[in-house]
């Protein structure tokens, strides 16, 4: 639906040349939600702004709905905007029209007949739960309604894809979600392809489909989202995943942990465990097959796009010999394992 | 006073309207289009044409540099050229329009930049040509600050209209002139300098009222 082929985008000349954007090909499937993640400066918004050309792409081709934005004149441009609704961070409505109005903006701008834009005005209002607000203008509203106008006025040209541009980034946390639940539902009924990008994981986890990790103007990985919460293939997406899911050892743990394993000491381990590897079967095996109990610090278990995804921080508390296979054995189970240091038995 | 002089005072008053009135709409409304060009074609911007926006800021700036008496004098021949006579109330019409021309498109294209960006790039986003980013986006968005251009530009032309006065316009400032100043009548100079007060007080006020009415928060 939307294709980003070997898109680079420099700003500026000679030796002043910054590159924001670094051969970047990216595939959103029609129908699906692709979130592009990354700090800020690393080039989320410029690739966001490439796809309907308001950034015009050094090199790189562009493709929307099988047409190639990239080679267009203006005017096939403009008509294949129409078909690429978009909303912003700072919702960028229109504050001398009405809600109505508002929506109704892009359908005037193609000229469709009065009666017909306020029809489909009338049935956004209630797709987005407007009905109320219709008449009020913009600074009566509060974020959440601005963004829903937004939403509604980027839906009003039935368009087949939808660009996010950080658009829960200025909302507060109940907000965001129920932004991204209308989201969500808008892409499951109307079918709407969506691209987003922000720089909070808990988006990327609750509504795509697909993760973009950007860095640096280069995407360095792109996956499944179940895949890529589970199992980060680059060293930028587990840091991305590890700061995210904070299962970093606490500071009165790293104090109490030393790097070598001397007598008497116990390991600390990091454990991730997917799908269906549940923590209560786990700690009854080792401590059957090898004599190892767990005493659990720290740990967290989520549920992502249906797949649950654990962790844990725990002492192994058994015999020395016995722990490589124990190891071992978490490995065939597909859990992974990181020993973090090692502390003084408790008693 | 006698009552010629109150007819005389009356008379000036309304070319005085005359005066600025007509010379305002024809100023604001090519000023509007000059302050719209000046604004799309910077660099950047929806029209970005940065050889022929140094050129409309040179007539703008050079416009706006020429003290207004001396503006009047020096386009006398262009204006019997234009209406027949540099001299009477019509005449005055043409230096007044002409010096709040580049006036206006400076406080318009000032209004336009308090646009937010981000709304232009929304009209962009959807589609919208140049033009209806223009008559849909940018004018419309910027009303409220248009009407403060508007209020401006109406006052200067009530002083200006007295400066054009001076030399055959006929208005509030040949009255103050001609029998305030010339025949040293304080009581006409106090009249019509009272008159003007109130003037400029009513356009202000109604220029306030417009812009609160424009304003949707």
Request: net charge neutral; no cysteine; aromatic share 6%.
């Given at each position: 639906m939307i294709r980003l082929e070997n898109v680079t985008r420099v700003y500026?000349?000679?030796?002043?040349a910054v590159t924001a954007l670094k051969d970047v090909n990216l595939e959103v499937a029609a129908g699906s939600i692709t979130g592009v993640i990354g700090v800020s400066g690393a080039g989320k918004s410029t690739l966001i702004r490439c796809v309907n050309l308001l950034e015009r792409p050094t090199r790189g081709r562009v493709f929307v709905a099988g047409q190639e934005l990239t080679a267009m004149n203006k005017t096939e441009l403009r008509k294949a905007r129409h078909g690429i609704g978009m909303i912003f961070q700072h919702f960028n409505?229109?504050?001398?029209?009405?809600v109505r109005d508002n929506i109704g903006l892009p359908l005037e701008l193609i000229g469709t007949p009065r009666r017909d834009i306020d029809q489909r005005i009338d049935e956004l209002l209630e797709l987005t739960g407007l009905n109320d607000r219709?008449?009020?203008?913009?600074?009566?509203?509060?974020g959440g309604q601005k963004q829903r106008v937004a939403i509604a006025r980027a839906l009003a040209s039935n368009p087949q894809a939808l660009l996010c541009d950080?658009?829960?980034?200025?909302?507060d946390p109940q907000t965001t979600s129920s932004i991204l639940t209308l989201l969500r539902d808008i892409n499951q009924r109307l079918g709407l392809t969506i691209l987003l990008i922000t720089h909070e994981m808990e988006v990327v986890r609750t509504i795509c489909d697909q993760v973009a990790l950007i860095s640096g103007g280069a995407l360095v990985e792109t996956a499944p989202v179940g895949d890529f919460f589970t199992r980060p293939a680059t060293e930028e997406g587990r840091t991305f995943l590890n700061d995210f899911l904070q299962l970093a050892p606490s500071n009165a743990l790293l104090q109490r942990m030393a790097d070598s394993p001397e007598d008497n000491r116990l390991p600390v381990v990091r454990l991730v465990f997917r799908g269906q590897a549940l923590s209560s079967q786990l700690m009854t095996q080792l401590e059957q097959h090898f004599g190892i109990r767990l005493r659990i610090l720290q740990a967290r278990v989520e549920n992502i796009q249906g797949r649950t995804l654990g962790l844990m921080i725990a002492e192994f508390d058994g015999a020395r010999d016995t722990l490589d296979a124990a190891m071992d054995h978490l490995h065939t189970l597909d859990v992974q394992t990181e020993v973090l240091g090692h502390v003084q038995r408790h008693d | 006073m006698s009552s010629a002089m109150i007819d005389r005072i009356l008379d000036a008053v309304i070319d005085t309207f005359y005066l600025v009135i007509c010379s305002g709409l024809i100023g604001i409304a090519l000023g509007i289009v000059m302050g719209v060009a000046l604004y799309v074609t910077r660099?950047?911007?929806?029209?970005?044409?940065p050889v022929l926006n140094r050129a409309i800021s040179l007539v703008v700036n050079v416009g706006r540099s020429v003290p207004f008496i001396i503006l009047m004098l020096a386009l006398a021949p262009f204006t019997r050229w234009l209406?027949?006579?540099?001299?009477g109330t019509t005449a005055a019409l043409v230096p007044l329009s002409i010096a709040a021309i580049p006036f206006v498109a400076r406080l318009v294209e000032g209004a336009l930049n308090e646009v937010p960006h981000g709304l232009i790039e929304a009209a962009e986003s959807m589609g919208a040509t140049p033009w209806q980013i223009i008559t849909r986006v940018l004018l419309p968005e910027a009303r409220g600050g248009l009407i403060t251009a508007a209020t401006i530009t109406i006052i200067a032309l009530i002083g200006y209209s007295a400066m054009a006065g001076a030399i055959g316009a006929g208005g509030l400032g040949a009255v103050a002139y001609n029998y305030g100043y010339s025949r040293y009548n304080p009581m006409v100079m106090l009249v019509t300098v009272l008159i003007m007060v109130v003037m400029v007080q009513g356009v202000q006020m109604l220029g306030d009222f417009f812009v609160h009415r424009s304003r949707h928060r």
């Open positions: 500026g000349q000679g030796a002043k409505l229109l504050e001398s029209r009405t219709a008449s009020a203008y913009p600074a009566a509203l509060s950080e658009a829960t980034s200025a909302l | 660099e950047n911007r929806i029209m970005a044409m209406v027949g006579s540099y001299i």
